[in-house]
């Protein structure tokens, strides 16, 4: 399904019946990264499964930013009705999360990331250097997107007082240390460094991830 928002137009896959459930890929991915995810999911919940602002079949576009980006799920959120979902983001979809739920306080009743980051140098310095070097020969607008965003300071991350689940990998691409600090500056945060998994192993075409995110959501709020 279509829907045209803050002058895009987004692709989502709506599926199963219960309450809402939102899910967000990565950078340079779409939501088919989340095939052996949805069918678990959609047995108890609702799920929207979207593809963010070009990328996969949503319209292509040169503005990217984490902010709009943002802006655009509020939107969806907003005029589909959908009432106090629950969202999950992986990587960049995990730093969108983060937006909307300092930005657009109330829109969301739980939050879950993944291999999120507050700003580039949270990432590991050889993988930000690849970055960089893939970035000047192939110019594409996504890396620079790593390159130059996000910048979320730390204390914005105490106007948060939903139920956030903190993930990454023992490998990841992001610090662990980096992974640490947003768990302590989140108000009602749990922290779970899954073993022997990196950045997106236990979350692309995977089943890994469902426990976490059904134990989660069973748990009550604070």
Same mark, same amino acid.
């Given at each position: 399904?279509?829907?045209?928002?803050?002058? /895009?137009?987004?692709?989502?896959?709506?599926?199963?019946? +219960? &309450? &809402?459930?939102?899910? =967000?890929?990565?950078?340079?991915?779409?939501?088919?990264?989340?095939?052996?995810?949805?069918?678990?999911?959609? /047995? %108890?919940?609702?799920?929207?499964?979207? *593809?963010?602002?070009?990328?996969?079949?949503?319209?292509? %576009? *040169? @503005?990217?930013?984490? #902010?709009?980006?943002?802006?655009?799920?509020? /939107?969806?959120? %907003? $005029?589909? @009705?959908?009432?106090?979902?629950?969202?999950?983001?992986?990587?960049?979809?995990?730093?969108?999360?983060?937006?909307?739920?300092?930005?657009? &306080?109330?829109?969301?009743?739980?939050?879950?990331?993944? +291999?999120?980051?507050?700003?580039?140098?949270?990432?590991?310095?050889?993988?930000?250097?690849?970055?960089?070097?893939?970035?000047?020969?192939?110019?594409?607008?996504?890396?620079?997107?790593?390159?130059?965003?996000?910048?979320?300071?730390?204390?914005?991350?105490?106007?948060?007082?939903?139920?956030?689940?903190? =993930? #990454?990998?023992?490998?990841?691409?992001?610090?662990?240390?980096?992974?640490?600090?947003?768990?302590?500056?989140? &108000?009602?945060?749990?922290? #779970?460094?899954?073993?022997?998994?990196?950045?997106?192993?236990?979350?692309?075409? $995977?089943?890994?991830?469902?426990?976490?995110?059904? *134990?989660?959501?069973? /748990? @009550?709020?604070?």
């Amino acid at each position: 399904m279509y829907i045209h928002i803050n002058r /895009q137009i987004l692709f989502y896959e709506k599926t199963g019946e +219960g &309450p &809402p459930l939102l899910l =967000l890929h990565g950078n340079g991915e779409d939501h088919t990264i989340f095939d052996v995810l949805i069918p678990l999911l959609s /047995q %108890t919940h609702t799920v929207y499964a979207i *593809d963010s602002r070009g990328h996969g079949a949503s319209n292509p %576009t *040169d @503005e990217y930013s984490y #902010a709009g980006m943002a802006e655009d799920i509020e /939107q969806l959120i %907003t $005029s589909l @009705e959908i009432r106090s979902p629950i969202l999950y983001g992986f990587s960049d979809g995990g730093i969108i999360g983060l937006l909307l739920a300092i930005c657009y &306080p109330g829109l969301i009743s739980r939050l879950i990331i993944s +291999g999120a980051n507050l700003h580039p140098h949270g990432m590991k310095r050889t993988v930000l250097h690849k970055i960089k070097q893939h970035y000047k020969k192939s110019g594409n607008p996504l890396e620079l997107l790593m390159l130059e965003e996000p910048d979320i300071p730390p204390s914005a991350l105490t106007k948060i007082h939903i139920p956030v689940l903190v =993930l #990454a990998g023992e490998h990841d691409i992001i610090k662990t240390s980096h992974t640490r600090l947003i768990a302590e500056k989140l &108000p009602h945060a749990l922290l #779970a460094i899954v073993p022997g998994e990196d950045h997106g192993s236990y979350i692309i075409h $995977s089943d890994k991830l469902y426990p976490y995110i059904r *134990d989660f959501i069973c /748990q @009550e709020s604070p």
